[in-house]
């Protein structure tokens, strides 16, 4: 069965580290994103892409990259990790073409910055 | 700009009905999506609307209203499981890019 995958799944850091978390789909959909989640402000993306090589800044992008060498993958890397950044990301991931298609979201990741 | 407001927790009786509103404010619509996140999880999809009216799947029906930037999610013969959060979200123009709210945590007792 087709899948979206996050990891790692919690992540403990230290304020300033690089951190980089995973996102893989096999349902071969050209468009992936990134979201974060915090309580009172619901899901809020951070980058997307509609497919290979193309990267988009979302609304919250500010501390943030993202790379697509590939179909499956599209990596979230926080360049110097901040405690504003503690919190919980959602990979998502949708086709490309024609109306009403659904997002389909990974587990999430929990991370803490200290 | 854009802006989507939803009731922040709701509480509602098992059996019962109960409907989460939501009102939008956005340039570029193309469509509103409906997903529910149990506590700790992922979100799933629930519900597309693009058109005017009302759209029924099993106990969970979604309306919408474009002039008025409004929409409902009705949830019929409420069950224990349905305690989640429901997100409200509106699609920008095409390739899917969502504007989510910030949800409505509704709690179900027996």
């Known amino acids: 069965d087709a899948e979206i995958t996050q990891s790692p799944r919690h992540k403990i850091t230290e304020t300033g580290r690089q951190v980089t978390l995973a996102c893989h789909q096999t349902w071969n959909h050209n468009n992936m994103f990134w979201y974060r989640q915090d309580l009172g402000h619901g899901l809020r993306l951070i980058h997307y892409?509609?497919?290979?090589?193309?990267?988009n800044k979302g609304e919250v992008s500010d501390g943030y990259s993202v790379s697509r060498s590939n179909t499956e993958d599209l990596p979230l890397t926080l360049e110097s990790a901040a405690s504003s950044q503690t919190s919980v990301y959602f990979c998502?991931?949708?086709?490309?073409?024609?109306?009403?298609?659904?997002?389909?979201f990974g587990p999430g990741t929990r991370l803490t910055v200290t | 700009g854009q802006n989507i407001d939803q009731p922040t927790e709701m509480t509602a009786t098992e059996g019962a009905i109960v409907q989460i509103n939501c009102t939008y404010q956005t340039s570029g619509f193309n469509g509103l999506f409906w997903y529910q996140q149990h506590a700790g999880e992922a979100p799933t999809f629930l519900s597309y609307n693009v058109l005017d009216g009302l759209e029924e799947k099993g106990r969970f029906s979604s309306f919408l209203s474009r002039s008025k930037g409004y929409s409902y999610l009705l949830l019929k013969e409420l069950q224990m499981k349905d305690s989640a959060s429901y997100l409200c979200?509106?699609?920008?123009?095409?390739?899917?890019?969502?504007?989510f709210g910030a949800g409505t945590r509704l709690a179900v007792h027996p």
């Open positions: 998502a991931s949708s086709e490309s073409r024609g109306q009403g298609y659904e997002q389909y």
């Open positions: 979200a509106v699609r920008r123009g095409g390739y899917n890019k969502l504007i």
């Open positions: 892409s509609y497919g290979v090589q193309d990267t």
